[in-house]
């Protein structure tokens, strides 16, 4: 069965600093592997995806993401940090034929100005 | 706006009363997912339907919840005899069939059952 690890449940960091929040899966077969951020009593919204396409994924609000099939790993990153981005993030990998989707327990990311 | 919608946003139940949400997804999105989420944690999947037929079933779906989408368009998630560890947020998802696609989240609904 495919599964995701999230590395660090909160995750701290300075306005303007370098964010990276950290993501392992484990599957069989080549993944889809996708990044969604949750504000406070709220949804969740796709920030990036990879479909074995390019290794290195843009998403949006300045995030991207790299998939690194030697380490198994699907790290987010942000050059620069924003108050704004304070929320909760998954990873999360895609399952099967039915699309559902396997998330890791989230990180927690708090911006300090 | 043409998004996931669900209802209601918050539920608040007495221990052992039934409760129903129901999610409206995209339109001609034929993937509907319903998932659970409690405070600290990530989404759990619980049931998944391609268009009205239910194809999945979680473990952590015991037979206290149904889940139904007639005619394949809105979907209801029913809650019978709730109790206190149902409470939770029920988070409903839609896509369109096709490996990779994004899936679209609603709001989700809270559940506090006292």
Redesign the interface.
């Known amino acids: 069965a495919q599964s995701v690890t999230q590395l660090g449940?909160h995750v701290s960091v300075s306005e303007g600093a370098l964010v990276l929040l950290r993501c392992n899966y484990s599957s069989s077969v080549p993944p889809?592997l996708?990044w969604?951020v949750q504000y406070p009593?709220?949804?969740?919204?796709?920030l990036l995806?990879y479909?074995?396409a390019a290794t290195l994924v843009k998403g949006i609000n300045g995030f991207e993401a790299e998939f690194k099939k030697s380490e198994t790993s699907f790290h987010l990153t942000k050059p620069s940090a924003h108050m704004s981005d304070a929320a909760e993030y998954?990873c999360?990998v895609?399952e099967g034929?039915?699309?559902?989707?396997?998330?890791?327990?989230?990180t927690r990311l708090q911006v300090f100005p | 706006d043409t998004g996931v919608s669900q209802n209601p946003r918050h539920k608040i139940t007495k221990r052992g009363q039934n409760v129903t949400f129901r999610c409206d997804p995209i339109s001609e999105h034929n993937r509907l997912y319903w998932y659970r989420q409690t405070l600290g944690q990530g989404p759990e999947f619980l049931t998944y339907f391609q268009n009205e037929a239910q194809l999945e079933k979680s473990r952590l779906l015991s037979d206290r919840f149904s889940a139904e989408r007639p005619k394949g368009s809105f979907s209801t998630l029913e809650i019978q005899r709730t109790e206190q560890g149902d409470s939770a947020m029920y988070l409903c998802a839609s896509t369109l069939e096709s490996s990779g696609n994004t899936i679209y989240f609603g709001e989700g609904s809270w559940l506090t059952v006292v």
Not at chain 1, 41 to 46: T, V
Not at chain 1, 97 to 106: V, W
């Open positions: 449940s889809y996708f969604y009593n709220q949804g969740l919204q796709l995806k479909t074995s998954f999360a895609s034929n039915t699309d559902k989707l396997i998330f890791g327990t989230g």
